[in-house]
């Protein structure tokens, strides 16, 4: 070979990766548009599908996606099983192509708990047909982490088109326990397109690490949406049951400098009854949690955030706003430290960056069966 020739060969292989790299820039450093209405387009500009970055997500996933396989649970018995259990019992530790459970329409009354060890599974409900997934677990029986309806502790788990709820009745400030969860996500790259999760006290415990919900709805009382994730919430429904005491939305768990962790609402809708929610409290003496874009409806208290009772954490609190609207967004009367971001603060929370989306994240799924 010719030197010239190694010099070409040398040029080239610096392209490739220099697209690679400016590929995974475009995808991760975008931010997001500041009118919802060109919320879709941005997405799907900047969340092209697999055929396309194959050279930027993780190898790994993209193995995985290369032989993914249909199990379709129907309750008549038309399918492959008639539970949700039933094909994640199919699916085998240490499995390593995706496994798309396809979920016909139904109530299906089932606890469900999908493994560390079981990656790479998505569940999928037919659009116009949303199955919903339900149990009445509660904190006094199972322990409020394992009170949830459907646990994922597996990595690079998808969710579509589904209702994930908790029958257990609405706590009373009386009965010891009470508090019940729909939702425990707790792997890592967790992507959820179109849920619906309902309960009333810690419906959601968003854990653990990178995870994205768009299009979805979150129904709650208190603390509906907890846990110590690195989450970004698109274009979602915060629906607050706030007409009996204190509503509260998120409650972040951070509680050290190191743990890169933080909710951030963009887009998102405040909704539902009462005038006396707060959009966080601490958990914790870090917690993160930022609105951007976001229209706060007349259900948000004008004090938003809360020390919950420790005021040795203001200073190291993270209650972050940006360019809000609404009623609920009017700033007088705020919580002493809130943090109005600028721009420059802002844009780490409003691009998919934040959660490493380049490296992971794929557009909804579209599985006809």
């Given at each position: 070979m ?16 220099l ?43 993209v ?5 993914a396989?249909?199990?379709?649970v ?15 019992n ?22 469900i708990?999908?493994?560390?060890e ?7 409900g ?8 339900t ?11 394992d ?11 998808v ?25 425990r ?13 309902l ?36 274009n ?81 609190l ?45 557009p ?6």
């Amino acid at each position: 070979m010719t030197s010239k020739s190694r010099s070409s060969i040398i040029h080239v292989s610096l392209m490739v990766a220099l697209l690679a790299i400016n590929v995974v820039f475009t995808y991760d450093n975008v931010p997001i548009p500041s009118g919802k209405t060109q919320l879709t387009s941005w997405f799907q500009e900047n969340v092209k599908p697999l055929s396309q970055r194959k050279n930027t997500l993780d190898p790994t996933l993209v193995d995985a996606e290369s032989a993914a396989r249909v199990i379709k649970v129907m309750q008549d018995g038309s399918g492959n099983f008639k539970t949700i259990n039933e094909a994640i019992n199919s699916i085998p530790k240490g499995n390593t192509k995706r496994k798309i459970v396809y979920i016909g329409g139904g109530t299906y009354n089932e606890k469900i708990r999908i493994d560390r060890e079981k990656p790479f599974i998505t569940l999928y409900g037919a659009p116009g047909k949303m199955p919903n997934l339900t149990y009445g677990g509660t904190a006094l029986k199972y322990g409020t982490l394992d009170s949830a309806t459907l646990i994922v502790e597996s990595d690079y788990f998808v969710a579509s088109n589904i209702i994930i709820s908790n029958s257990a009745p609405r706590p009373d400030g009386k009965r010891k326990g009470a508090q019940a969860v729909a939702l425990r996500a707790s792997g890592d790259k967790a992507t959820f397109y179109k849920v619906t999760l309902l309960g009333f006290q810690d419906t959601l415990c968003d854990d653990g690490d990178w995870h994205i919900y768009k299009d979805c709805l979150i129904q709650g009382t208190v603390d509906f949406v907890f846990g110590n994730g690195k989450t970004l919430f698109l274009n979602t429904e915060l629906r607050v049951l706030g007409d009996e005491g204190m509503s509260v939305i998120t409650a972040h768990a951070r509680d050290k400098d190191t743990d890169d962790t933080g909710y951030s609402f963009v887009h998102c809708d405040v909704t539902g009854t009462g005038t006396g929610t707060l959009l966080g409290r601490a958990w914790m003496s870090k917690s993160k949690v930022v609105f951007a874009y976001s229209n706060l409806g007349r259900v948000v208290n004008k004090v938003a955030w809360s020390n919950n009772f420790h005021p040795e954490y203001d200073r190291s609190l993270y209650f972050g706003e940006y360019k809000n609207a609404g009623p609920g967004a009017y700033l007088k009367g705020r919580y002493k430290y809130t943090k109005i971001l600028n721009d420059v603060e802002a844009k780490p929370f409003i691009t998919l960056g934040y959660i490493q989306g380049s490296k992971w994240l794929l557009p909804p799924p579209n599985h006809r069966v």
